[in-house]
């Protein structure tokens, strides 16, 4: 699609949805799990929104219009699902701060939080798929680089990388174990999409100092499903048939996780 010829079509259909879906609720996503064990409930985050367009692609699409769509499509192909409540930050192109992310997730409930992205790259040539979990540095200056562009959204001052609040907080992560789930997440979300899309590169499962990371208390990651910025690829993310791939992916790996986690979620 050339540029601004306007919004993709799944994109438009998704952002018109939501004025019949609404903001997501505990419990709505279907039928309870049999037996004792209780549904993994899952924040999915679509990236930027309302002033925050996110990165702009070659095929003039909005990252903020994308990251949306893929959410309320995740969201929909979960709705039956009897292992998996989903629950979503923004069904509209709404701003929310960084902090307001995961603190949304942490006052839901949820089990875990994926917040979705897309890259950009002033190199033409970078493309292919990542997933990041949370670290006090990146897993190179790459990752350092796209995890301080992501931050520069946040309206509520942040910590920097080398401040001692952020080591402390990784620390307690670590404690608690959910840097070691959430690394785990991370590698079953980037395997997903990796099988789903065999013709993508992988730039596999790395760590980065992203914002909206530091505060959640639940394994976390940030999925970067290509570049906008790359001549094909930002032209396949533009197009209905590779998003629903994508979506189906993460869907995928979604309850592939949940039934991986289910023993910590047993009930008496």
Not at 85 to 101: A, I
Request: proline share 5%; with cysteine; net charge negative.
């Amino acid at each position: 699609m050339a540029r601004g010829s306007g919004i993709p079509t799944l994109v438009l259909a998704a952002v018109l949805l939501t004025g019949t879906l609404g903001w997501a609720a505990p419990g709505e996503s279907g039928p309870p799990a049999s037996g004792s064990v209780r549904r993994l409930k899952v924040v999915l985050d679509p990236g930027h929104g309302g002033h925050n367009t996110g990165a702009i692609g070659v095929a003039g699409i909005h990252e903020k219009h994308l990251t949306l769509a893929l959410g309320l499509r995740v969201a929909q192909l979960l709705a039956g699902s009897r292992e998996v409540d989903v629950v979503l930050t923004r069904t509209d192109d709404r701003y929310l701060d960084l902090s307001e992310r995961t603190a949304f997730a942490d006052a839901v409930g949820a089990d875990a939080f994926l917040s979705l992205h897309c890259n950009a790259s002033e190199s033409a040539e970078a493309h292919g798929i990542e997933t990041f979990f949370l670290g006090v540095r990146g897993s190179d200056p790459e990752a350092d680089a796209l995890a301080l562009r992501e931050n520069e959204s946040a309206v509520t001052p942040l910590p920097a990388a080398g401040d001692p609040m952020v080591a402390a907080i990784v620390s307690d992560l670590r404690r608690n174990g959910t840097m070691v789930e959430s690394s785990g997440l991370a590698a079953v979300v980037q395997e997903s999409l990796i099988r789903a899309l065999p013709d993508a590169v992988s730039r596999r499962v790395r760590q980065a100092n992203f914002a909206v990371l530091r505060q959640a208390s639940m394994p976390a990651v940030v999925v970067e499903v290509g570049f906008l910025t790359h001549p094909q690829e930002g032209r396949m993310l533009a197009r209905e048939a590779y998003q629903d791939r994508i979506a189906r992916a993460l869907a995928s790996a979604i309850e592939s996780f949940a039934r991986r986690t289910a023993a910590d979620r047993e009930g008496p």
